[in-house]
């Protein structure tokens, strides 16, 4: 019997060692690298084009190079966020052309609302400067998380509309694009026109 015990408690600490040491698979969740923010700093950007405004000192100003670009299509590039900001210009040739651009840029951004969870629109209006328009917030996994367009609503017309170089996953371009909001509000509110 002694033996029989002495079996059977071997038996039960075997099978308790047993099932301690199988290893239990958990799937851990993606990580995401620890963004370093640069210090916002800014200065003037000014070209040969009739519009300046401040960009960031960690951004490039370069021209845009697509097919269909036009004189004083420029982005702003954050190679550092795989992200760029687009700004397209037009002069604005009479009224039937002026609400042809905001409706242009209305349906731009309007054309994200299969991906988007919402769209915010804020009204931009600094009459000092004579810039008027509208910012466009788009929420979800967008293709453009900003859009906006500014006029003086008689000669000048300028189109935004930021761009990561990444698939869409709000979750991870969301730190990043809070922080480019503020570039994008700066650039707005030093806009000047020439």
């Known amino acids: 019997m002694p033996r029989l015990l002495n079996l059977g408690s071997f038996v039960g600490l075997a099978a308790i060692i047993a099932c301690a040491c199988t290893p239990h698979y958990s799937p851990k969740p993606r990580g995401y690298h620890r963004i370093a923010f640069p ?44 992200a760029r900001i687009h700004l397209s210009y037009m002069q604005v040739q009479g009224e039937d052309n002026f609400n042809r651009l905001v409706e242009d840029a209305r349906t731009f951004a309007f054309n994200h609302t299969i991906r988007a969870t919402a769209i915010d629109q804020t009204r931009i209006h600094h009459p000092d400067q004579h810039v008027y328009g509208l910012k466009y917030e788009i929420k979800g996994n967008a293709a453009s998380g900003i859009q906006f367009f500014v006029t003086d609503s008689t000669k000048h017309y300028l189109r935004g509309a930021l761009y990561f170089h990444e698939k869409p996953r709000l979750d991870s371009i969301q730190p990043v694009l809070d922080f480019l909001k503020a570039d994008i509000d700066t650039l707005i509110h030093t806009l000047r026109w020439k």
């Open 39 to 82: 210090e916002k700093a800014y200065y003037a950007y000014s070209s040969e084009c009739p519009f300046t405004f401040a960009i960031p000192v960690y951004a490039e100003m370069r021209p845009d190079r697509t097919a269909d670009s036009q004189p004083c299509w420029v982005d702003v590039v954050f190679p550092e966020f795989n």
